[in-house]
């Protein structure tokens, strides 16, 4: 029987020996750090809370929702559980991938920030020219931020020079420059004329496959509008805390539009969606649309909307909601006004 007692207690003891072991070296890896960034459905946020319209009204039957993608490093024990368990809409990249290899933190955090400024000022400027308000908006031509490492500009632009001219076409806006360049098939040079201090200078660039827009032409650059004045007629106030770039463009325009808008676009239903915008109403393609339409379809999202070019993989990431593909603000507002109303 003591025998018996020893053998228990021996193999408790290995038990115990074992589990602790395991229990150290989950804790521990969830302090070490590895070159992997994790992401994953983010929030998504009815936009009356977050938008005011001066003259508007928040009456809305249904919701407009902007959608984001969550995004931050993984430590050793993330990466073992996503590797593994490979839960849907959560997804590992090398750090090389998420954030420019010659960019620190801090730098991209600050360039996101802009793009979500210029991307508000986008969405006003449209949503109030579409309910007929003259607006004014002006630069004095692309300033850029970043070249990155992959870019045949690397050693010849420099942050803080201003785009004036691509191809010997002026440009004012950043947005301009961005559609000169993407005019181009990827390969072709570009001739771009730069504002450096008190010199203006002339280079030929070839172009890169666009990062965030791929099969689109790019000289690995990042820019905003150098100089940006803007007076709108209407006060619209856009409150956003830790939500950063420029894919909820889209999202503001259509809520600006319900606020000022004689009918209720929403129809009384949860309409969810994601795409840039640019100063012609053009919505643009982004990043983690999987991720956005299980953010959306979490909060009851009933329709999504998605730019042409994630369309069919945001088609594929929906279970419950409808992805309607939309290319202009316009398209978007059609749909929205041709939709039934939703029963109360």
Do not use: C, W
């Not at 870019?151 to 004036?164: F, M, N």
Request: aromatic share 8%.
């Amino acid at each position: 029987m003591s025998r018996k007692r020893f053998f228990s207690e021996e193999r408790l003891n290995r038990f115990l020996m074992i589990v602790a072991v395991i229990t150290i070296l989950l804790v521990a890896a969830n302090y070490i750090k590895v070159d992997f960034y994790i992401t994953a459905p983010g929030v998504a946020l009815p936009l009356s809370e977050i938008i005011s319209v001066e003259k508007g009204e928040k009456d809305a039957a249904g919701a407009f929702y902007l959608t984001a993608v969550s995004s931050k490093q993984a430590n050793l024990f993330n990466l073992l559980l996503i590797s593994i368990v490979r839960p849907k809409g959560f997804s590992l990249s090398p750090k090389e991938e998420t954030i420019p290899q010659d960019m620190d933190m801090e730098t991209y955090l600050k360039l996101m920030e802009e793009m979500m400024s210029e991307s508000q000022i986008y969405a006003k400027v449209v949503a109030l020219r579409q309910m007929g308000y003259e607006t004014q908006f002006s630069g004095e031509g692309a300033e850029i931020s970043e070249v990155m490492e992959s870019s045949h500009a690397r050693d010849v632009l420099k942050p803080g020079d201003v785009i004036i001219e691509i191809n010997d076409q002026k440009v004012d806006l950043a947005s301009e420059a961005v559609k000169l360049i993407q005019n181009h098939q990827i390969g072709d040079v570009v001739d771009v004329k730069v504002k450096r201090d008190d010199q203006v200078l002339d280079f030929k660039i070839k172009t890169i496959e666009s990062g965030e827009n791929p099969e689109k032409a790019s000289i690995g650059i990042y820019i905003f509008t150098h100089h940006r004045e803007v007076v709108f007629p209407v006060d619209v106030e856009i409150h956003t805390e830790n939500i950063l770039g420029p894919s909820a463009g889209t999202m503001f325009t259509l809520e600006i539009i319900n606020q000022l808008h004689p009918e209720d676009l929403t129809r009384g239903y949860k309409i969810a969606g994601t795409g840039t915008i640019d100063f012609d109403g053009l919505v643009g393609p982004i990043s983690g649309v999987t991720q956005k339409v299980l953010a959306a379809e979490r909060e009851g999202a009933e329709y999504f909307l998605s730019p042409p070019d994630n369309y069919q993989e945001a088609v594929k990431a929906a279970a419950k909601l409808q992805v309607i593909q939309v290319k202009t603000i316009e398209e978007a507002v059609n749909f929205l006004l041709g939709l039934q109303k939703k029963a109360a």
